[in-house]
């Protein structure tokens, strides 16, 4: 649930904006635009944008989507990598 609200808001506000993307700190973020980016003419004539994120997410290995989810709810302290 957090990972689907998460890329759906990122996809909402960022729309087709690359850099966006590009800058965020998630991995997840980055793929996504990838993703997006290859099918750009489909999700953007589709009328729900839900439809692309439920379609990269159910694109996801499971231990893919537990890294991500993982990713976004607890980021990285400042200084560690």
Same mark, same amino acid.
């Given at each position: 649930?957090?990972? &689907? *609200?998460?890329? !759906?808001?990122?996809?909402? $506000?960022?729309? #087709? $904006?690359? /850099? %966006?993307?590009? =800058? =965020?700190?998630?991995? @997840?973020?980055?793929?996504?635009?990838?993703? &997006? =980016?290859?099918?750009?003419? !489909?999700? *953007? =004539? $589709?009328?729900?944008?839900?439809?692309?994120? @439920?379609?990269?997410? %159910? /694109?996801?290995? #499971?231990?893919? %989507?537990? $890294?991500? %989810?993982?990713?976004? !709810? &607890?980021?990285?302290?400042? /200084?560690?990598?």
């Amino acid at each position: 649930k957090h990972l &689907f *609200t998460h890329l !759906l808001k990122i996809y909402l $506000e960022y729309g #087709d $904006e690359e /850099g %966006a993307y590009n =800058s =965020s700190p998630f991995k @997840v973020d980055r793929h996504f635009w990838q993703f &997006f =980016s290859r099918r750009k003419n !489909l999700y *953007t =004539s $589709e009328t729900h944008p839900e439809r692309c994120v @439920v379609d990269f997410v %159910a /694109g996801m290995t #499971d231990s893919y %989507a537990l $890294e991500s %989810a993982r990713e976004i !709810l &607890f980021p990285q302290p400042l /200084g560690f990598h």
